[in-house]
């Protein structure tokens, strides 16, 4: 089943070994690829051939094998610059995670540049690691912190935001998309907002980039995070992009090796960029792992891995939206948003949900999503959640749909209490 | 083994559906709050004593999952009516059970429907949810004891 002619879904599948897992006597469907993606052999297998053929500390040997991890870690950057249409190289910062690039920002730009007064704009649908550092930054700088409105389907309010985002406005931290609606956020739109008042916009792609063709110029953004665990690449390497302006006036994050040109007893030089923000040795393995993953979805084509995203959205919120006492949180048009949808069956808690699920071999996610202070607003506990990638088919919607059954059946489906 | 015949087995769904116990008391000795920060349960406790340390009333509003509920309700209709030092040593068997890995806790009769949230253990990520008006139900009786001492 394929959502283009030379999208080929069962030809991917192959590609990712862990799809033959069996639970419980069945089949896995992966349905948790918003929290992380798995990985094709060719990702895990660059792993193993680094460590077997070239492992060696970077930048500092001038050995063969140094050599080798320096170029083969470094080419990574032009990768990444190329894959997010960033003008400049050296503006492409490996961290470990998307927090940890958010957190970078808030240090070393926001301890500079947010003063007592300023205001921070967030949205309510951000995840944890967008809020709780801005939250921090405002708390210890006197800024204030300010929300933008929701519609009701999840999406933001814009014309409210046009006076949310004023002359106080220091920062706007945006998700690209929302890895509880799905919605896909009018980032250009926020930008140019904030440049008109002369603020800066930081961009959380962490769900957005695996999923959406990102230019980061088209963007209009000055920051850009993401991780490459959700997007076919191992888990400990995130990306921080930033305007090479910006990251030149910022002071680094961490200290110690690496990030250093010069050290005396007294003082030390920094390392230009992108290394003044590398402190320590970086993690080579997985950097040059995720370099294999950016090339794999190069290779598919991100306008194809969109288009087959959007057919099994359109099709799980339809047969989804067949179920009695379902609630289903985001926009409903699958144009409008990713392959996440959130949603929630009256009377069924959704861990008892994700739990029964798991026992039919059917992994979604259930919880709160790292997005506590958005259920509040909801006034739910939690949802459950199912999120799809380039390696999901429809026949696993259908056994989502078959194992929700079998859980209503399970909990003797009653009506909310 | 399937939730669908054990977890979910048929004591602790008749609890989940019908909490025992469940509302609250207007003059409590001690009402606290419980949170499982991580999955969002979340449940009101309502503690009652007697001047010479009965728990005369127990209630519970409770926003959490099948076990979460079902634990908390089992959990009251164990503790009403005993004395403060039992209801300690039945909260003190019950973790037992929970945490141990391979427990030999024996409920006496009356109480042998708590050995039914024994299959959680098979769930580590949800044992939590099973404790958490346990941990609770410790805290009001502190609370309690507290007010009373003054």
Known sequence: ?417 | MSLADDLYRETILDHYHNPRNNGSIDNASATVEGVNPLCGDELTLYLKLTPSGLIEDVKLTAHGCSINTASGSMMSEAILGQSVERAQKIIEDFKTMMLTKEDETVFEDELEELEALRGVKKYPVRIKCALLPWNTLLEGIETARQAQAK
């Open chain 1, 1 to 417: 089943m394929s959502s283009s002619i030379d999208f080929d879904v069962e030809k991917i599948r192959k590609d990712f070994p862990i799809l033959d897992r069996v639970i419980e006597g069945k089949r896995l469907v992966y349905l948790d690829s918003a929290a992380t993606s798995q990985k094709p052999s060719q990702v895990i297998k660059a792993i193993t051939n680094y460590y077997e053929q070239y492992n060696a500390n970077v930048h500092r040997g001038i050995h063969t094998l140094s050599e080798e991890a320096t170029a083969a870690y470094e080419a990574v950057r032009e990768t990444v610059r190329e894959f997010i249409d960033a003008r400049e190289t050296c503006e492409i910062i490996f961290t470990r995670n998307t927090t940890e690039a958010i957190n970078l920002v808030a240090y070393s730009w926001g301890k500079q540049n947010v003063l007592p007064g300023d205001e921070i704009v967030l949205s309510p649908m951000e995840h944890h690691s967008n809020l709780v550092p801005w939250q921090q930054l405002a708390a210890e700088r006197e800024a204030k912190l300010v929300y933008l409105d929701l519609t009701e389907d999840g999406q933001i309010n814009m014309e409210t935001a046009a006076q949310l985002i004023g002359p106080k406005t220091r920062l706007v931290a945006i998700t690209q998309m929302s890895n509880v609606f799905g919605t896909i956020n009018p980032v250009k739109e926020l930008a140019q907002l904030a440049h008109k008042n002369n603020a800066v916009i930081l961009v959380d792609g962490a769900q957005g980039i695996p999923h959406l063709k990102t230019s980061v110029a088209d963007l209009e953004c000055d920051f850009y995070a993401f991780s490459l665990h959700k997007m076919l690449g191992p888990t400990g390497v995130g990306i921080l992009w930033g305007k090479k302006a910006l990251l030149e006036a910022m002071p680094p994050f961490m200290f110690g090796g690496d990030m250093i040109s010069s050290v005396h007893r007294d003082k030390t030089r920094f390392n230009e960029l992108p290394w003044k923000f590398e402190a320590g040795t970086p993690n080579v393995a997985d950097v040059i792992a995720s370099g294999v993953a950016v090339d794999y979805l190069k290779n598919i084509g991100m306008d194809k891995v969109r288009a087959h995203e959007i057919e099994i959205t359109r099709y799980a919120m339809q047969k989804l939206s067949e179920i009695k006492d379902i609630v289903i949180y985001g926009p409903l048009d699958a144009t409008k948003r990713g392959g996440v949808v959130s949603f929630n069956i009256n009377g069924l808690h959704p861990h008892d949900l994700g739990q029964i699920l798991s026992d039919n071999g059917v992994a979604i996610r259930a919880g709160h999503h790292c997005c506590q202070p958005l259920m509040k607003d909801l006034k739910v506990m939690g949802t459950a959640r199912a999120s799809f990638y380039i390696y999901n088919t429809l026949e696993e919607v259908d056994m989502l749909l078959a194992a929700l059954k079998e859980a209503e059946k399970v909990m003797g489906h009653v009506a909310c209490r």
